[in-house]
T-cell receptor, first 115, second 115 residues
Framework: ETGVTQSPTHLIKTRGQQVTLRCSSQ?????VSWYQQALGQGPQFIFQ???????GRGNFPPRFSGLQFPNYSSELNVNALELDDSALYLC??????????????FGPGTRLTVT | AQSVTQLGSHVSVSEGALVLLRCNYS??????LFWYVQYPNQGLQLLLK??????LVKGINGFEAEFKKSETSFHLTKPSAHMSDAAEYFC?????????????FGSGTQLTVLP
């Protein structure tokens, strides 16, 4: 069974730029959630994708957007980067829908630094 | 709204001593509760979960937690600490946001194990 993978591991961007982070879900999982973890804090929910549709969103502005692909992999896009966007971005996969389980399994994260 | 409070941002124990990490939650509906562990520069690993049924839940690496509805608590314990238990621990509650099921995390407890 393949776990959740994320790329890249680390990324440095300049304020105002755009970034795309990628996530491959665990085998058999059809739901992907994205979280932002600022230094010294717990993860904060950004949004969730189920069957290629966004089906829930946290308190993040529209410049945070995402995609889910037919193979259930996902992208997180952040436009107009701000210094406060510097964080560890975590992707989590789970089994949603009628066979919903409540566990979410996390990838290793992408460390984004905005300068 | 649901929230999670972890009492004590830093906990130190001696190797072989009892580990007790505290978590209190607020929820308007029966909660689903989780403990995750995060090692340095890594993602989150699920330790254990409570959804329904038995209130004493056993997890990996010898950890267990007890759901106490009357106290709105879900404290994590381990009888004997190992050096390898040093990490950050997060308590989380799961709630539905539309059709999405998102995790709300506490701010984390850093566990140090002293030789």
């Amino acid at each position: 069974e393949t776990g959740v993978t994320q790329s890249p591991t680390h990324l440095i961007k300049t304020r105002g730029q755009q970034v795309t982070l990628r996530c491959s879900s665990q085998s058999g999982h059809n739901t992907v959630s994205w979280y932002q973890q600022a230094l010294g804090q717990g993860p904060q929910f950004i949004f969730q994708y189920y069957r290629e549709e966004e089906n829930g969103r946290g308190n993040f502005p529209p410049r945070f957007s995402g995609l889910q692909f037919p193979n259930y992999s996902s992208e997180l896009n952040v436009n107009a980067l701000e210094l406060d966007d510097s964080a560890l971005y975590l992707c989590a996969s789970s089994l949603g829908g009628g066979g919903s389980s409540y566990e979410q399994y996390f990838g290793p994260g992408t460390r984004l630094t905005v300068t | 709204a649901q929230s999670v409070t972890q009492l004590g941002s830093h906990v130190s124990v001696s190797e072989g001593a009892l580990v007790l990490l505290r978590c209190n939650y607020s929820s308007s509906v029966p909660p689903y509760l989780f403990w995750y562990v995060q090692y340095p520069n890594q993602g989150l690993q699920l330790l254990l979960k409570y959804t329904t049924g038995a209130t004493l839940v056993k997890g990996i690496n010898g950890f267990e937690a007890e759901f106490k509805k009357s106290e709105t608590s879900f404290h994590l314990t381990k009888p004997s600490a190992h050096m390898s238990d040093a990490a950050e621990y997060f308590c989380a509650v799961s709630r539905s946001s539309g059709s999405a099921r998102q995790l709300t995390f506490g701010s984390g407890t850093q566990l140090t194990v002293l030789p």
